[in-house]
Every structure is written in C-alpha cells, then in structure tokens.
C-alpha cells in the first residue's frame, strides 16, 4: 500500500539528485486472545536499485514521497497466525547513499537491485503485548544520488568539456560559447572497437570557491566521489570567468581546481588523474603549451605566484598530458587509448593487490592453525612409547 505526501528536492533543469521521503513500517494485526491467535506482522518498507531508474522518474510516479507498506493480517478462528503485511518498495537509481534525518548513514545502493530496509513493520498482536499490535517505524530518509562512472570530467566552465565528451562518446551535451554550457551532470561512454565501454561523466565547471558554495559545480562535486579516475580539462589559453574576475593561466586553472578538489575532499586528490590540455587548434597553442609542460615539471618554481591559501598541499601527478582539439579531433584517439590504458593498469594492480592480500589471509591462517597448541587430552608420541 503506497500513499503520498510533501517532499523537498534539489534539481537542475530536470536533473534530480536529492529527495527527501517519508516512509512507515505497517502495523502489525490484531491477535486472537481466546484461541492465543497471533497477529500478522506489518510489512517493511525498502529501497531498491534499477538501473533504469531515476530520482525524477521517482518523483514524477509518486509525487506526494509517502511510502507507507501494507498491515499484517488480524488473526481469526481460520487462521490463527495472521500472514505478513505486503512490503513497500521504493525504486531507486543505482549510486544512491540513504541517510536518516539526522544525516547518518543507512546505506549505500551501489548495483542493480541492491536493497536496504529503511523502515521495519510492526509486531502483530500476541501474548507478551496483550493480543495488541504494534505501530510500524516511521522514519524520514534522505535519498543522494552519487554518479557512478570510470572517468569524471573536472575543469572551469567553458574548458571545452562538453564539446570533449560529444568527441569521445554518444552523448550529445549541450554546447555554447559561454561559461556556464553544462547545466546539469552528463554522462556518456567510450565505446572501442573490441566492444569495451568506459563510462565518463562530465559535471558542470567549478570555479573558484566551488568547495565554500560560489558557482554550480561544487553541488556535483560529490559526483566525483565515486568515480574511478578524474580527467582534468584545461583551455590551453587560460581562463577568465567574466571581465570582472582574474585572468588565469593554464598553469593557474590546474593548480586552482587542484586546490578546490583538496578543500572539498583531499581523497579526491589520491585517485589516479589525466591531463587534456584542449583547443589546441587556436592561435599560438603550440607555444602556449611549451610553456605549460615546463611548468608542470617543476611546479614547485612557479607556485610563488599564488597566495600561501591558494596552494594545495600536494600538486597532482598526472599520468598521461594529451594535447588535443575537441573542435578538429587532434588528439582524441590517443586521449581514448590513454583513458583506456590507465584505467586497465589500475584493475591489473589492485586484482595484484587483492590476491596478495588473500595469500596472506591464507598463510596466516595455516600458521595459527599449526601453532595451536595441544589439547590436555592430546597423547604425544613420547608418551606413547612409555604406555
């Protein structure tokens, strides 16, 4: 049984990644005191991940976001035990984290029909309640949608990563020669010839102060969480968001959103990076991007330009720097092989990882199990020669 009520959600355009639900457990029947009849316990109530689902979806299908599930059967001279309330599922998108009003953590949906119980039916009437039911847990949840993909996209507004991921996917972003193009998060996928799909995400462009609330892009930087690998976007020109803010070199522009992914979360900065330096097709790219390389190898020597609150803490080391054009396509092939051969390196080295880590399990086991000591019960072979 599913009935509606209010609720709050966040969105961009017609893009949703927060809802706030309120959801009960059903009560439980009422129990038979003469024959010790027991009532049937409420149904629960629980989310649910489909791949094909989104929180719109959700919020356009049920409007009201009150999820209430079924109550147990009373118990009757036919059926003494009474049967169990029909559970209420709510369906969600893949990458949702759960969290109680408080804001504690339920759960988290990480794959198709991965389900977690937010609220737990009532006991049906039996002797130690008196043949009285009991109420269903009511609880108020907090569905946030984290954007799984391999590759996410990070840069300043109008680096060019929408017209990038248009290159190297089927997605079809909107593109516009102004800041702010990418309005929502996009994804799309890398297909290869072999048939291998890598998934990339493109989220709208940060600037700086994107960690303390300025711009859109630090409400998608959660999006970046859950991510593989990051791929950062750079303008070989620079950046300047309008005529009233600073101007940026290529330089600059890493070493801001550098920080900005540090002041955010600095486990954003341990996650393996790619560096596409872009619209390289313009006049005096190639110098440009000279310059660019030389600092990005000793970045050290040039980071006195910033004020001591601008500088991270630790530079990212990129492991592949591609030049290339999203409007000509210089480039692009070798940025997909680049993408794809990081991606597999780092599979290779945690599978490495994680077999070592289970050899280890076994030798340790095997060693405690030899060196358990004996039992007081135990005859040893000295003892045996003396019988």
């Known amino acids: 049984m599913v009935r509606c009520s209010c609720v709050r959600f966040r969105k961009y355009g017609n893009f949703i990644d927060n809802l706030r639900l309120f959801t009960r457990g059903g ?25 094909k689902m989104t929180l719109k979806q959700l919020k356009d299908k049920y409007p009201q976001k009150r ?32 969290t109680d009003e408080n804001g504690k953590i339920i759960g988290e949906l990480n ?50 990563k929408s017209s990038l991921l248009s290159k190297i996917s089927h997605a079809k972003p909107a593109i516009a020669d102004y800041a702010f193009t990418t309005l929502k998060p996009e994804l799309g996928k890398i297909m290869y010839k072999d048939f291998k799909q890598i998934s990339v995400a493109d989220l709208p462009g940060l600037i700086e102060g994107a960690h303390v ?52 979360n600095e486990e954003l900065q341990t996650k393996p990076a790619l560096l596409a330096i872009n619209k390289m097709d313009l006049p005096d790219a190639q110098n440009k991007f000279h310059v660019l390389m030389n600092q990005l190898q000793n970045p050290k020597d040039f980071l006195h330009v910033f004020g001591k609150n601008m500088v991270p803490e630790r530079t990212v080391e990129f492991e592949h720097i591609i030049p290339i054009s999203a ?37 340790v086991s095997n060693t405690i199990s030899y060196s358990e000591p004996l039992s007081k019960n135990a005859v040893t072979g000295s003892r045996m020669e003396k019988i």
């Not at 059967?73 to 599922?89: F, H, P």
Request: one cysteine or more.
């Open 327 to 363: 409007i000509t396509g210089e480039g692009i092939d070798e940025l997909k092989n680049c993408i794809r051969k990081s991606l597999d390196e780092h599979a290779d080295q945690e599978n490495d990882a994680y077999h070592k880590k289970q050899l280890l399990n076994l030798q």
């Open 111 to 160: 794959k198709e029909q991965d389900r977690i119980l937010v609220a737990e039916g009532g006991l049906g009437g039996k002797f130690f309640t008196n043949f009285l039911p009991l109420k269903g847990q009511r609880r108020v949840i907090h569905l946030d949608l984290k954007l799984i993909a391999d590759i996410g996209l990070v840069g300043f507004p109008n680096a060019g």
């Open 27 to 51: 009560s439980g029947g009422m129990g038979y005191p003469r024959l010790g009849g027991e009532g049937g316990r409420g149904g629960d109530v629980w989310v649910v991940a489909h791949k």
């Open 67 to 98: 999820f209430v599930a079924g109550e147990g059967a009373n118990s009757r001279v036919s059926a003494l035990k009474g049967s169990k309330g029909k559970d209420c599922e709510i369906p969600v998108p893949v990458g949702i984290s759960v």
């Open 213 to 264: 609330n300025k711009g859109m892009g630090h409400k998608f930087l959660k999006h970046i969480e859950r991510t593989k690998q990051l791929l950062f976007v750079v303008d070989v020109s620079g950046f300047q968001l309008s005529s009233q803010t600073q101007y940026r070199t290529a330089f600059e522009t890493i070493i801001l959103l550098t920080k900005e992914l540090e002041l955010y």
